[in-house]
């Protein structure tokens, strides 16, 4: 499969949309879980937790499930690949992972506080509402970085590629599937 110019740089503006929304969200979560567990005012820590609980059922999934398809698109539909490139295997499986955690670490622990916030009981462990926050932000600052540096070069899948393609076009001085790698 290959993406036409106009159908790449649409997807990769969904994508950089999608991925930017994702961090932006994770943001907010952590001012809001910052707010919460810095004070001592009981309204205060309920209206951060069920504020923190309407961006994990409302954008947290869908912003996440967007940077991976349109992510998967533009691997499987560009030369880049999926498992051609270090820098792109890297951020599918950070991916996965931050989405997996997203979906059965950070929604239950935010559902937990909402129902023990909402019948009046203390918020007992505060660093739980503040973790998932910090680790999925860093992973998301991390892939940004990736993403505009693009390091590591090819994997070994990748080098096994170019050699069968370099050898299948021995006449050809270039790898053609390497060239303009850019939208
Ligand atoms: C939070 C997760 C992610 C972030 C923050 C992110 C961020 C970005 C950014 C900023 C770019 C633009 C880079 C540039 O044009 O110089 C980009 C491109 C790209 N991303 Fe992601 N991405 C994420 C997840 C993924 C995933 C899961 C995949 C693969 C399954 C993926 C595959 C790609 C590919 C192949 C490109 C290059 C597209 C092209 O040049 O046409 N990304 N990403």
């Known amino acids: 499969m290959k993406l036409s110019r106009p ?3 649409a997807t990769l503006v969904v994508h950089v949309t999608a991925a930017a929304g994702w961090l932006g ?12 567990i810095t004070t001592d ?6 209206a951060a937790a069920r504020s923190m609980k309407l961006f994990a ?7 996440a499930l967007l940077t991976l398809l ?5 691997s499987l539909g560009t030369p880049w ?6 820098w792109v295997y890297t951020k599918f ?7 997996a ?10 559902n937990d506080t909402v129902a023990s916030v909402s019948v009046g009981s203390p918020v007992t462990d505060p660093t739980g509402l503040i973790a998932g926050p910090i680790v999925s932000l860093s992973a998301y600052l991390f892939m940004t970085v990736i993403s505009v540096l693009k390091p590591w070069g090819l994997t070994r899948r990748g080098r096994k590629q170019r050699g069968q393609n370099r050898r299948g076009s021995a006449h050809k001085p270039v790898d053609a599937k390497d060239v303009r790698q850019t939208a």
């Open 70 to 74: 349109s992510g998967l698109l533009l």
């Open 101 to 110: 955690a997203s979906a059965f670490a950070l929604r239950p622990g935010i």
């Open 25 to 36: 969200l994770t943001l907010g979560l952590l001012a809001l879980a910052v707010a919460a």
């Open 41 to 46: 005012s009981a309204p205060v820590i309920e």
């Open 81 to 86: 690949g999926l498992a051609r490139h270090r």
């Open 7 to 9: 159908a790449r740089r």
């Open 93 to 99: 499986w950070l991916t996965l992972a931050t989405t």
């Open 57 to 63: 059922d409302w954008l947290v999934l869908p912003l």
